[in-house]
């Protein structure tokens, strides 16, 4: 059974054999497929669109100069669901959920300081990820962000991609002279006294990788001055890398206690995302920001409609979340 949970490699695959992720409820060998059950809503994510300045190598979502397969939500939009935060936080007793801004990249969106604002203005903490490039080093851009952090102060926090700490790799990465130009939006943010964190990624995702990842990041952060604390996983943020070719193992319920992870700790049992499908009348919920496509995990029109509990029949489950130990999330 620890195999199952743990080790990816399953020699060669039996094409007679049931299809790994095939079914809801069941893996490929025949156990109860695992699920997370919906605690409480902590972070509402809102996917911006899947236009992005550029195109990545590996894009954990696909996006793309021309990929607008997600459409920009509108301000109008996104305050549909900001009402919705409010009521479910009234009748459960809990505080106000962060709002993550995801995209694509966020500020191409032409309503995203709008939406941003609007949710500082409600008592929320937001969270807006962007590689610091050019949408967001607009003139018009950088004057918005500066009149929030004016009015809002460490409410609001950008999340910068900067997926490694040297040039090469993460130019190999997001392309020739990204490095730079992400440096440049990442000082000037730190340089206007912006709450900051870093996104990065690692290959393997084991401890010793970790560290010495972190070390990277901390001399790179002291060369340029930007005063974040590398060894703070708040601050810079993790994320393996995400193969959609490589053989990864099934979720069962036995591998909660195999594993001794929580399932209340996966993203899903306090997230939710919005999405906004090209061609559709409106938004809807989807499970996590990592399955905007994938149907089964749409969850409905509404975040009422959406708190169920989601079981993880998809690679990235099992990859980023239970394994990876990954979260999107500030905290």
Known sequence: MARNCRNASFGVMNTSAPRKFNHPDVTARGEARASVAFRQLETLWINTGTLCNIECANC??????????????????????????????????????????TGGEPFMNPDMLAMAEDGLARGHKVLILTNAMQPMLRPGIKQGLLALRE???????LRVSLDHYTEALHDAERGAGSFAKTMEGLKWLADNGFSLAVAGRTTSGEGEEETKERSGYAALFAREGVALDS????????????????EVPEITTACWGILDVDPGAMMCAT????????????????????????PQ????????????????????????????????SAS
């Open 297 to 328: 995990f749409e969850l409905g029109a509404s975040l009422a409609e959406s708190l169920g509990a989601v079981k993880l029949n998809h690679r990235h489950c099992a990859k980023f979340c239970v394994l990876g130990g990954a979260s999107c």
């Open 271 to 294: 997230s939710r995302m919005v999405v906004k499908r090209k061609g559709m009348a409106a938004p809807v919920v989807v499970a996590c920001t990592l399955l905007p496509d994938d």
């Open 231 to 246: 060894k703070d996983p708040s601050s810079l943020v993790l994320f393996p890398e995400m193969d959609e070719e490589a």
């Open 60 to 101: 954990y979502i696909h996006s793309s100069p021309t990929e607008d397969r997600l459409s920009y939500i509108t301000a109008a939009e996104a305050a549909h669901f900001l009402d919705e935060t409010a009521a479910l936080a009234l009748a459960s007793g809990s505080g106000l959920p962060e709002i993550g801004f």
């Open 151 to 157: 009015r809002y102060d460490a409410a609001l926090t």
